[in-house]
Structures are given as structure tokens and as C-alpha cells.
């Protein structure tokens, strides 16, 4: 002990010449720093509601609600969350996790009221004095809580795959699906979406569980094709992925894939039937046409316990399935993977049947209790542009049709393609393929009305087509074939500077001075199919139809003939998921009929 | 010069099965409650003392008023909803949690951070030890009525914490080191506002060793005091500070360097009185090595880098079955967490071992018999307890 330590502590008394430290103006608010993590606010047109925020929140202080104002749509549940002040931590999960980034936090931090209630609050509906801050926390930087990248599909190289129609992708081993499985968030948007509602959150978990039979199992409920819709589905599912918003969408339809193709075929009835009970019912009903929708109708009919027989007017089931889509997208295996099970469940075919033809409606009436029919679209339709009536002009799907019964079709040097949507693709990749094949080298140009970007078929078959080597020149609209001494020259089109009207109807507006020639030995129009319902003639005036011609059908796909159900490309679609889903509805709809019979 | 002539007379007598002989009628000891609200510590926890005269007899240390289940809520949240919990085990100092919960996720689940993420964790948990050490030094001159200290000490906390409001988002609770990195960079400009910080952090060391360190009466009121005998340190598992202060070298970054520690150069500071005095001066110390360790990590780490690791999605991160026990040198020593995981997406279990527990409930309980009842805050306070580390 010494002086000093009696004397030191006075050195406290210098501070007595200093600014005190403590705020002088208790009124004013000093801001929060610009990461703050203060009051939730959120871009209610930019949130999609998908509910990752209330599913991260780990003391539950978010609710997914209904808001005025905000209507469930395609990608969009409609809900909004609220917070309650009461629970929340201000951790800010809920803004980092948020697949829009819609949700931030402000740097506002005080609020004062005297009721308890108005601390539980809809973010950007209730308006707050910090909306429109500039301030507060947002998701760092290169700080992701989920992957935004897809995990690659691994494809043929163009150059492996030009010449055969052996299918080109490959699918995922089994630890890219379960990475790829991984970046689900589970806010079912795509269930909403998809036309079957397929539960697709939860086959996805089954993934991630590596738990193939429950997700077979799964996507039983609502498709009995999975193999097929794992290939080919049009997967509005992924155009609607909370993922998608702030990277790729999750590659739902390849995970479908995957599961059923690690369920072998042998393996089907032991996973599918585990605890089945079916009573079978007095009643028939008779399906025509073997597309999805009628398959689909089919599948869940038996499990209902009808007897159901389906009529087939081509030698093989699937409709445009086995014969329109080429063998390199779904190859013919995995077509009859998925339709050797239905029929394995009871469902009677017969082949090589055109009704309206062989067997008249009325027979089918008089034979069965139901109808449904899914006869699809498969009349193909011409430009009508001069020279089309020519022997050498071809209806795609004519030609599809051919390649998958195995007849040799005409294949010249030089084929022009008219049309732009997936059929098109479709059949000048198989063309592509042929010509390959048979010339060692490729001379296939597509042309359509629709410029580049609003091109109707999916971007990837566009890249694949030309990975393949043919060409596709979109932006013309066809005049006339040109034809010399019989024989086909090309195809003159020209520039066509927009498709729709204002109002949004076909209306093409063409630049004339701009002219192009493709040269050709050989022209196929794809520009759309058309139904061919003549086997009903007979009972047409009992059927109401809708000024496009269609069936008229109420929710059930019933017609106005009660007995008669319809659906699939005919109804709606055209698409193999919303056969699958309607065929599925009709049939719930024909058990309620025959019920109540 | 001060000291108290014993008269054993007083005391109680040990009965047959070695425990204490108090008999209340007797009018020879009373009860009193020390606690649980007590400005002394951080959260409540009472003491329940017996006193003869203005002498301790017996104290019992009693804990479960801030009980909250941390530990079992955490066996129900995902792995990366823990962390926002697992802050709570330590009010004035959290980060440690923070970063012994993404470790034991990181490690099990086999995730390697990136370097940058790694510096900024550095600095953060440096930062948090000189937030809860401007409080704990000075609040040793607290307990005997010396306040003054504690006001510059929670004036320049507060600078810090406003460092911390704007790398972290948070003042107190910044939720920053998350499983798979840290939650952002350095805002710019940040390192020249720490160095105004730091150096009002310099002021401070030397205006508190000339109120605190060289005064007469905190010398008499602790120098001597509450001495932990150099047999208990292994024997009661003392660690860090308090085992310095007697002498004993003890530091995780030293004896297990995690993180940036081992490219850093620093020498913890050791004692040798084991008394309240040493226990101080020991952690005056590591306040100064903080604030140099501050220093040297902000010259040293990089200006850029990634902040996090690839996860799995975090909604359904699973970690495989497995167990580890992660350690870090919080202010008060080893603070540890034992993390079980059994293949899901939750935590099995997991559990904090952190020095208080031995501190309050055993060390305290056993320093206070023959203390003055004056003397007890003081003590304490010396042994740094953090109570709802002792019930999580
Ligand atoms: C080239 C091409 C590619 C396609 N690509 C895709 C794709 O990638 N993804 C996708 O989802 N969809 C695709 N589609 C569309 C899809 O194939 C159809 O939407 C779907 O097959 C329609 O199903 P459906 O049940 O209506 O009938 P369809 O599949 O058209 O089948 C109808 C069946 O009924 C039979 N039938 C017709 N009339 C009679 C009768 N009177 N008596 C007996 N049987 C009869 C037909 O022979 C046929 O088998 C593509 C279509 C084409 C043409």
C-alpha cells in the first residue's frame, strides 16, 4: 500500500471537465444501423406466400394468413405472413430463408401502443411508417440458406445422340437426387399447380428419406403413369417452384423420374397393393382410346372395383405418348413400364378397336353402364398456303406416328419444318435423326410465325435441335411451296412482324418486302392438331357443344348425355398431365353416376 | 489492518455425518437471502446464507429462476433454428454460444468454413469478451460501492455495442455466427469506428487501475480476499481467469487453438495471489489482450472472401449420427458444448459444460464459510458467474 493508491482514485475527477456522454435529446430517435434488425416489412406483389419464412420461424411467431385483395393464382397461395410481436426474436431467419426476398426487416425499432393486438400484424398490408424505409436487414450478400442451382442432368453429347433415338438423358444417380431433393422447401405451390395435384412435396421427401416404394406409392394417388410423366411431363410444377424466384427451379419432373425408375417393374404390385382391398362392383364401363386420360380413367376405375375395358383403335396402348412423342425423349420401355401395370390391375384392352367404326357408340351404351372417352387430337392441320396440297407435304404427327409403328417413312435430303411448338421440335429432331442416318448429315430448317422469344416450344428443345444441327429460323410466315415439274423446290415465307392482335387473337401482320427461300425437297406442317369425332355422329344433337367446337362437360367431365364422359386433349390440355388429372376426375365422377344409378 | 480477529466460539460444530451443527433456536445464526435479484450478477440467483454475527457460516447456492428449457427446445428445432435459442445460455456474452453451436454442427456434419468467415468469427467472439469485460471489471469496485467504474465501463460497452448493431444487425443479441459461416462482411469504414472504440477502451484501462487497481480500499477489501486454494483448481475443474490468477496457465486458445487463434500472438496474463485482487487484475488483462487481439485480427484478415460454407438446405439439414465436444476460452474460461446428433434433422442433445456451474455451486458455496458478510458480493463477482449458464 502506498501513497499513490491514496491518491490515484482522484484521478476520477477529471471527468468533471468532460461532455457527459449520455444522449442530451431524449426525443429524438437515433436510427438504426442500415443491418438493423428492427420491424418486418414486405413487397406484398413480390411474395408469392409460399410460407418458408412461417416454416423456418423457430418460435412460431409467423402465420401463413389470407389478406384482402391477394387472390390464390398459379405460384402464388395467396397468403401473406403475420408476425407476432409477442413470439418474435427478430432473428431475421425468416428474411434470409424468403424465396423472393420480399421479406426484409426495417431499422426501425421502437413502437408504442397501448394494444396488445395491433403487435400482430401483416407486413406491407398493415401500413406502417416503415415501409417504405431504406434501411434494415436484407439477405447478406452471398449468404444462401438453400441452393439456387440445379443439380446438372447429365445428356448424351449431341454428337452421341444425332443418330439414334436411344434417349439422350440420363437421369440422376441416386446422390444428385438427393441433392437435387434437398433444395425443396415444401410450400407446395407446385401441388396447387400441377393439374393432377400430385403430391409432390412429399414424393420429394420420400427421395430425400431414400425411400422409393412411399414415393411410388405417393405419386400413385394422383398418376398411374410416372415413368412417363417423369420424361415428358410440360411440368408447370417447376414454372411455379418458390425455388425458381431466385435461381433455378427445382427439376421436379427428373425426381419423378427417378423414383420410378428405382422401382423395378417386377417389385410394382408388392409396393402398390401392400394392404389393398378392392370390392369389386356389378358395374362396366367402356374407355376409348388408351391416352393418358384414358388409361388414367382406367387405372383409378379399377381400383374402384369396376370392371373397365378399354378399346384401342391403333396395335398398341398410349396414344400420342407411344405414338407422337419420339423414343429418344420416352422410350417405349418406359411406356409400357407404367401401362403393363395398369393392365395388370384388370383393365381388359382391346387392340386394333375404332369405335364408331367396328363397334358403334350406341353398342357401347347398350354394353356398359359408363363411357369415357379420351380419343384425343390426332388430325393434323394444314397452312392451306399454295403448293401444301402437294404429295410431298406431311402432317407431323402423320409421320410420328409412322416412325413409332415401325414404318419406313420418306425422308429426303432436304426437309423444311413449318411450325414452332414442341411437335414441331419434335418431329424435325426425329427427321434430323433419320436424315442422319441415312445421308450421314443433316438438312432440316423449322421456321414459324413466332419470333425467337415467344417461340411456343420450350427453350431447351430449341438449344437441342440446333445442338443437333438443324436449323431454326423463326420470325417467317409461309406463302406458298414452291414447285417446278412437280417436285418441290422449298418453301417461300415472309417476315412476320407479330402474331396476335392487341387484344391477344391471332392476327399475323407480315412485312412483304422481306422474302426469304428455304430450299426444300420435302415440306411438313406442324401447326396443330385437330379432333376427329365422327364415332359420335350418332349422337351428336344429344351432346351440347361450346362455340370451338368442344364437348360441352361439366366438372366431373361429364357430358350432357349422363352416361358419357370425356377428357383428355379433346377437353383440355393438350398436355399428358391434364389428361392423366382429368381421366382421374371422370373417373371419380362415373363412380358417383353409378352410384346414384 | 483491517482484519477481523476470529472468535470460534461462534461457530457451529460438526455433527457425527460431518455436517454442520445450526441450530436457529440457538439465536446464534441467522438466515439471510443474498439474491436472486442481485445487481451483482448477471440474471438471478440467490445465496442462502448463514451468518454469525456479520461472519458466513454455511451457503447454500440456489439457481432455477431463469430456467427456460434452453437445452430441450433445442432437441426440438432444426439445426439452424437453434441458434437464435442457444444465444440465451449467455446473456452478457452470447457469441460463445453462437459459435460453439455452428462448430459442433460443422464439425459433425462435416462442413469446412470459409477463411473469411473464420477471421470475422475471430473477431466477434474478441469483441464479445471486451463487451462483458468493460461490465466485469469495473464491476468489481461495483460490489463494495465503487460505481463510478461500472458507468465508464457501460459507457464504452456501449461504443461496442454499436459496432456490433452494425456488423451484426443486433446489439446484444447479434445472432451472427450461424451454422455454415457468419451472416455478413465488415460494413465499410467498420475497422477505423472499432479503432475509435478500441481506443476509448485504452482510456479506460487506465482510468480504471487508477480508480480501481491503485486504491487504498479496493486493495484492503480484496487483496487477500477469497482465496481459491491452488489444490482446488484441478480438484473443482477451475478454468480460465480464475485459474490464472493463481498461477496456473489455462486458455483454450492456448492449449486448443480453434478458429484464427493460432496465427495470432498474444500471452494471457497469469497471477499468482489466487485472491479477488488477482482474479481482477487477471481479467484487466485480458481486456487489454482483447483489444490488441482486435487490433491484430482486423490488420490480418483478408478484405474479402465467402461468409458461408454449402449446406444442405437448411429447412431439412440432417447431420449424421455422431458426437463431439466443441470447447472455446469464453471470459470465464472453457465453456464447452456437448452436441449428440443421431442422423436427423434435430440435435439429439446437446449440452453446455461452462465454468459457472463449478464457480456458483460449488466453489462459491465452499470460499464463503468464515467470509464477511461484506465480502460476499465481492466474491462472487470475482468468480464471474453467468447463472443461466447453470441452468439451460
Ligand atoms: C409430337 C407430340 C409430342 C408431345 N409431347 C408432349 C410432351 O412432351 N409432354 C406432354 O405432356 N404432352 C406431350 N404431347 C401431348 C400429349 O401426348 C397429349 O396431350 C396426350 O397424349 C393426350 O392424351 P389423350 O388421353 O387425350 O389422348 P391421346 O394420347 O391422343 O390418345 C388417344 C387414343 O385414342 C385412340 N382413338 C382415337 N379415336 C379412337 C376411336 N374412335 N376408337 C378407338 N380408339 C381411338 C387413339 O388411337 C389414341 O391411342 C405431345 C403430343 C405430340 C403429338
Given at each position: 500500500m502506498s501513497i499513490k493508491d491514496i491518491l490515484s482514485p482522484f484521478s476520477a475527477w477529471k471527468k468533471v471537465i468532460k461532455d457527459p456522454v449520455?444522449?442530451?435529446?431524449?426525443?429524438?430517435d437515433r436510427p438504426g444501423a442500415p443491418r438493423y434488425r428492427g420491424f418486418h416489412k414486405n413487397e406484398l406483389d413480390k411474395c408469392i406466400g409460399c410460407g418458408a419464412c412461417e416454416e423456418i420461424c423457430q418460435n412460431a411467431a409467423i402465420d401463413m394468413v389470407p389478406v384482402e385483395g391477394i387472390e390464390t393464382v398459379e405460384g402464388d397461395s395467396g397468403l401473406r405472413p403475420m408476425v407476432d410481436y409477442g413470439r418474435c426474436c427478430w432473428c431475421a431467419l425468416c428474411v434470409d430463408i424468403c424465396s423472393t426476398n420480399s421479406l426484409t426487416l426495417s431499422n426501425e425499432y421502437t413502437w408504442i401502443d397501448s394494444d396488445p393486438d395491433v403487435f400482430r400484424f401483416i407486413p406491407g398490408y398493415d401500413k406502417k411508417e416503415w415501409d417504405n424505409s431504406k434501411l434494415g436487414w436484407t439477405k447478406p450478400k452471398n449468404y444462401d440458406l438453400n441452393t439456387y442451382e440445379r443439380v446438372e442432368m447429365k445428356e448424351l453429347h449431341p454428337e452421341e445422340r444425332d443418330k439414334s433415338f436411344i434417349e439422350f438423358v440420363k437421369g440422376y444417380s441416386k446422390e444428385q437426387a438427393e441433392a437435387e431433393a434437398d433444395r425443396c422447401i415444401d410450400c407446395g405451390l407446385c401441388t396447387a399447380t400441377c393439374p393432377a395435384h400430385m403430391s409432390i412435396p412429399e414424393y420429394i421427401k420420400a427421395i430425400r428419406n431414400d425411400d422409393m416404394e412411399e414415393g411410388l406409392r405417393i405419386m400413385y394417388e394422383t398418376n398411374p403413369l410416372p415413368e412417363i410423366c417423369g420424361r415428358i411431363c410440360t411440368h408447370k410444377c417447376e414454372t411455379v417452384c418458390a425455388i425458381g424466384h431466385k435461381g433455378e427451379p427445382l427439376s421436379i419432373r427428373w425426381l419423378k423420374r427417378y423414383i420410378a425408375d428405382q422401382v423395378p417393374e417386377s417389385k410394382y404390385k408388392e409396393v402398390l397393393e401392400q394392404g389393398l382391398e378392392i370390392t369389386p362392383k356389378s358395374k362396366k364401363v367402356a374407355i376409348i382410346g388408351s391416352g393418358p386420360s384414358g388409361l388414367s380413367a382406367a387405372y383409378y376405375l379399377s381400383r374402384m372395383g369396376y370392371a373397365t375395358k378399354i378399346f384401342e383403335?391403333?396395335?398398341?396402348?398410349?396414344?400420342m405418348m407411344r405414338y407422337g412423342i419420339p423414343s429418344y425423349r420416352l422410350p417405349y420401355d418406359q411406356i409400357d413400364k407404367d401401362i403393363n401395370y395398369i393392365l395388370s390391375c384388370g383393365v381388359e384392352i382391346e387392340y386394333n378397336v375404332k369405335i364408331?367404326?367396328?363397334?358403334t357408340i350406341e353398342q357401347l351404351e347398350k354394353d356398359y353402364d359408363a363411357v369415357f372417352s379420351g380419343t384425343g387430337l390426332h388430325l393434323g392441320r394444314s397452312t392451306r398456303i399454295p403448293g401444301s396440297e402437294h404429295e410431298n407435304v406431311f402432317f407431323a404427327t402423320d409421320l410420328l406416328r409412322e416412325i413409332s409403328l415401325g414404318t419406313e417413312i420418306k425422308v429426303d435430303e432436304k426437309i423444311v419444318v413449318i411450325g414452332g411448338g414442341n411437335v414441331a421440335m419434335d418431329i424435325t429432331r426425329s427427321l434430323a435423326r433419320l436424315q442422319n442416318q441415312k445421308y450421314g448429315k443433316v438438312d432440316v430448317l423449322a421456321t414459324c410465325l413466332e419470333a425467337e422469344d415467344i417461340m411456343p416450344a420450350d427453350r431447351e428443345e430449341v438449344v437441342e435441335a440446333r445442338e443437333e444441327k438443324a436449323i431454326v429460323d423463326p420470325g417467317w410466315g409461309p406463302k406458298d411451296i414452291k414447285i417446278e415439274n412437280g417436285k418441290i423446290k422449298g418453301l417461300n415465307v415472309v417476315k412476320c412482324l407479330s402474331v396476335f392482335d392487341d387484344e391477344g387473337r391471332f392476327s399475323p401482320k407480315f412485312d412483304e418486302d422481306k422474302k426469304k427461300f428455304f430450299p426444300a425437297e420435302m415440306v411438313v406442317e406442324s401447326i396443330g392438331q385437330g379432333m376427329d369425332l365422327t364415332y359420335i355422329d350418332s349422337i351428336k344433337d344429344k351432346l351440347e357443344f361450346s362455340d370451338r367446337g368442344r364437348i360441352v362437360v361439366n366438372e366431373k367431365y361429364q357430358s350432357s348425355l349422363p352416361w358419357f364422359f370425356v377428357g383428355g386433349d379433346i377437353i383440355k390440355g393438350p398436355d399428358v398431365i391434364n389428361g392423366i388429372a382429368n381421366g382421374h376426375i371422370a373417373a371419380k365422377g362415373i363412380d358417383e353416376f353409378l352410384n346414384k344409378k | 489492518m483491517f482484519s477481523i480477529k476470529e472468535d470460534r466460539s461462534k461457530f457451529p460444530t460438526k455433527k457425527a455425518d460431518g455436517t454442520l451443527d445450526i441450530d436457529l433456536d440457538s439465536q446464534k445464526y441467522v438466515k439471510i437471502w443474498q439474491g436472486p435479484n442481485h445487481p451483482g450478477i448477471t440474471g438471478n440467483m440467490a445465496l442462502e446464507l448463514t451468518v454469525s454475527g456479520d461472519e458466513v457460516v454455511q451457503s447454500k447456492t440456489h439457481v432455477g429462476y431463469l430456467y427456460r428449457a434452453f437445452e430441450k427446445l433445442m432437441e426440438r428445432r432444426k439445426f439452424i433454428q437453434c441458434f437464435p435459442i442457444c444465444i440465451r445460455m449467455c446473456v452478457p456474452e452470447p457469441d460463445i454460444n453462437e459459435y460453439l453451436l455452428a462448430a459442433s454442427v460443422e464439425e459433425l456434419g462435416g462442413i469446412e468454413v470459409p477463411e473469411m468467415a473464420e477471421w470475422l468469427r475471430t473477431l466477434v467472439l474478441e469483441m464479445a469478451r471486451v463487451t462483458i469485460l468493460l461490465r466485469g471489471v469495473p464491476g468489481q469496485g461495483g460490489t463494495m460501492s465503487l460505481g463510478m467504474g461500472v458507468q465508464w465501463g457501460v459507457y464504452v460497452r456501449d461504443l461496442m455495442l454499436d459496432r456490433f448493431e452494425e456488423l451484426t444487425?443486433?446489439?446484444?443479441?447479434?445472432?451472427?455466427?450461424?451454422p455454415g459461416g457468419v451472416r455478413g462482411l465488415l460494413p465499410s469504414g467498420f475497422k477505423d469506428r472499432m479503432e475509435e472504440v478500441l481506443k476509448k477502451v485504452d482510456e479506460f484501462v487506465v482510468d480504471i487501475d487508477n480508480l480501481m487497481f491503485n486504491n487504498a480500499v479496493f486493495k484492503v477489501r480484496t487483496k487477500g480476499v477469497g482465496i481459491i486454494d491452488k489444490d482446488w483448481i484441478d480438484q473443482y475443474s477451475v478454468v480460465g481467469p480464475n485459474a490464472r490468477a493463481a498461477g496456473i496457465m489455462r486458455d483454450v486458445r492456448k492449449d486448443?487453438?480453434?478458429?484464427?487463434y493460432d496465427q495470432l500472438d498474444f500471452e494471457p496474463h497469469t497471477e499468482t495471489d489466487s485472491d479477488i485482487y488477482a482474479r481482477s487484475r487477471v481479467r484487466w488483462h485480458d481486456l487489454q489482450t482483447s483489444v490488441d487481439l482486435i487490433r491484430q485480427i482486423m490488420a490480418k484478415m483478408p478484405e474479402k472472401g465467402e461468409i458461408r460454407a454449402k449446406t444442405p438446405n437448411v429447412l431439412h439439414w440432417k447431420i449424421p449420427k455422431g458426437e463431439t465436444y466443441q470447447r472455446i476460452e469464453s471470459s470465464r474460461g472453457e465453456y464447452g458444448f456437448y452436441m449428440v446428433t443421431d442422423g436427423s434433422a434435430y440435435p439429439r442433445r446437446i449440452n453446455l459444460r461452462g465454468p459457472s456451474y463449478n464457480s456458483a455451486m460449488v466453489l462459491l458455496e465452499k470460499m464463503l464459510v468464515n467470509a464477511n458478510i461484506s465480502d460476499v458480493s465481492s466474491l462472487m463477482v470475482s468468480l464471474a458467474t453467468c447463472p443461466p449458464e447453470i441452468e439451460r
Open positions: 449520455t444522449v442530451k435529446d431524449p426525443f429524438n383403335s391403333l396395335p398398341e396402348a398410349g396414344g364408331g367404326k367396328d363397334i | 444487425g443486433g446489439r446484444v443479441y447479434h445472432m451472427y455466427i450461424a486448443y487453438p480453434y478458429l484464427k
